[in-house]
């Protein structure tokens, strides 16, 4: 699988890149995110919520979480804890504000932390999801592993990842606008010009549909799903222990 990292003239692992790339840009996260995705991913959190209630979980891990909106969406699950784990304490800093201002922080912890080694124990939760995160592990493999031993027997792991439309016209739309528009998008926004351009190629490169359904299966998931979001440039996989 590629090593592809956000700035290539620096020796930092991929690893310490995405942290420093998400310190950086974590004061445009959310509003450049909601311009990229014209709002979508909101609608596309809202079913990943929808999933994880219907499990009716008391512990909820939302893994590379940043700012906190999937756990912070996750209260709607009922859930008695909810943790938020992310390597960037930049990203968690603004997370935290937003969950005081919600009235939430008895309910959602924001944890430092690495999701290729957490430090939970074995079997904790219920429930653990991550949006847009998993293409960002450096090894995707030790990430699921560690997602796999953290996660309860009968517990729900969903993904909520980009993948790439198959069908025509998607397929040169999505190609179209993610190497023309969505560069410019991000030079106009950020302060970090490589953020974007990695966010972008991470996301061309990484595996999706029947190829990341096979990842879950090899690392020892059971029930894996996955259901493809608006004409497929996300999708949703869903997997058990």
């Given at each position: 699988?590629?090593?592809?990292?956000?700035?290539?003239?620096?020796?930092?692992?991929?690893?310490?890149?995405?942290?420093?790339?998400?310190?950086?840009?974590?004061?445009?996260?959310?509003?450049?995110?909601?311009?990229?995705?014209?709002?979508?991913?909101?609608?596309?959190?809202?079913?990943?919520?929808?999933?994880?209630?219907?499990?009716?979980?008391?512990?909820?891990?939302?893994?590379?979480?940043?700012?906190?909106?999937?756990?912070?969406?996750?209260?709607?699950?009922?859930?008695?804890?909810?943790?938020?784990?992310?390597?960037?304490?930049?990203?968690?800093?603004?997370?935290?504000?937003?969950?005081?201002?919600?009235?939430?922080?008895?309910?959602?912890?924001?944890?430092?932390?690495?999701?290729?080694?957490?430090?939970?124990?074995?079997?904790?939760?219920?429930?653990?999801?991550?949006?847009?995160?998993?293409?960002?592990?450096?090894?995707?493999?030790?990430?699921?592993?560690?997602?796999?031993?953290?996660?309860?027997?009968?517990?729900?792991?969903?993904?909520?990842?980009?993948?790439?439309?198959?069908?025509?016209?998607?397929?040169?739309?999505?190609?179209?606008?993610?190497?023309?528009?969505?560069?410019?998008?991000?030079?106009?926004?950020?302060?970090?010009?490589?953020?974007?351009?990695?966010?972008?190629?991470?996301?061309?490169?990484?595996p999706y549909g029947e190829a990341l359904n096979n990842i879950l299966r090899e690392i020892g998931f059971i029930n894996v799903e996955d259901f493809p979001q608006t004409f497929g440039v996300a999708t949703i996989?869903?997997?058990?222990?």
């Amino acid at each position: 699988m590629s090593k592809i990292k956000p700035y290539k003239d620096s020796d930092l692992s991929k690893k310490e890149q995405v942290t420093k790339m998400f310190d950086t840009i974590s004061g445009d996260y959310d509003g450049l995110n909601r311009v990229i995705s014209f709002g979508i991913d909101v609608k596309w959190r809202k079913k990943v919520v929808k999933l994880v209630k219907e499990q009716q979980p008391k512990a909820v891990l939302d893994i590379a979480t940043g700012t906190g909106d999937l756990a912070i969406a996750m209260a709607n699950t009922n859930a008695e804890k909810i943790i938020g784990l992310d390597i960037s304490s930049g990203m968690l800093e603004i997370g935290k504000e937003k969950i005081d201002k919600k009235g939430l922080s008895s309910k959602i912890e924001m944890v430092l932390g690495d999701s290729e080694n957490m430090p939970f124990e074995d079997n904790t939760f219920d429930a653990i999801t991550v949006a847009f995160g998993v293409r960002n592990f450096e090894n995707l493999k030790r990430g699921l592993k560690d997602i796999l031993r953290v996660l309860k027997p009968g517990g729900i792991f969903v993904i909520l990842e980009t993948s790439v439309p198959t069908k025509t016209p998607y397929k040169q739309g999505y190609n179209f606008y993610t190497k023309n528009i969505l560069p410019l998008i991000g030079r106009a926004f950020s302060k970090d010009r490589s953020a974007y351009k990695y966010l972008c190629e991470s996301a061309s490169i990484f595996p999706y549909g029947e190829a990341l359904n096979n990842i879950l299966r090899e690392i020892g998931f059971i029930n894996v799903e996955d259901f493809p979001q608006t004409f497929g440039v996300a999708t949703i996989y869903k997997s058990s222990k």
